[in-house]
Nanobody, 124 residues
C-alpha cells in the first residue's frame, strides 16, 4: 500500500503563498488518483483539487485561479502551489490516493490512502 507524507504547511498573511508537498512511497502516475483535501474543526473534509490518473485536474471553485497542482514523477511527489491565500483557506491539508475513486464529488471515505496532514494558517 502506498504511504503519503505531506509537508510545507505554515502560517502566512493573507495574500501570501505556500507550496505543499505530498511524497508517496511508490510511483503514482497513472496508478492512483491523487487528491488534496482540507478540513477545519467541526467540518467534513472537502476536496480542493483532484489529479486524475490521466493527468486531468479538477479544482474546487473556491480555489480556482489561486491554487495549482503539479506532479514530479521522478520524485513521486505531488505539489499544491497556493497563491493569494485567504483566511478562509486556513485548514489542515491532506493528500489522498486511491486506485479507483477520483474526483471532488467522491467523498473522503472513498479514498483508501491518506497522509497525516499539514496545517495551513492564513491570518488577515
Amino acid at each position: 500500500q502506498v504511504q503519503l507524507v505531506e509537508s510545507g504547511g505554515g502560517s502566512v498573511q493573507a495574500g501570501g503563498s505556500l507550496r505543499l508537498s505530498c511524497v508517496a512511497s511508490e510511483y503514482t502516475y497513472n496508478k492512483y488518483c491523487m487528491t488534496w483535501f482540507r478540513q477545519t474543526p467541526g467540518k467534513e473534509r472537502e476536496g480542493v483539487v483532484a489529479l486524475y490518473r490521466s493527468g486531468l485536474t479538477t479544482y474546487a471553485d473556491s480555489v480556482k485561479g489561486r491554487f495549482t497542482v503539479s506532479q514530479d514523477n521522478a520524485k513521486n511527489t505531488m505539489y499544491l502551489q497556493m497563491n493569494s491565500l485567504k483566511p478562509e483557506d486556513t485548514a489542515m491539508y491532506y493528500c489522498a490516493a486511491d486506485p479507483f475513486q477520483c474526483g471532488l464529488t467522491t467523498p473522503s471515505y472513498g479514498y483508501r490512502y491518506w497522509g497525516q496532514g499539514t496545517q495551513v494558517t492564513v491570518s488577515s
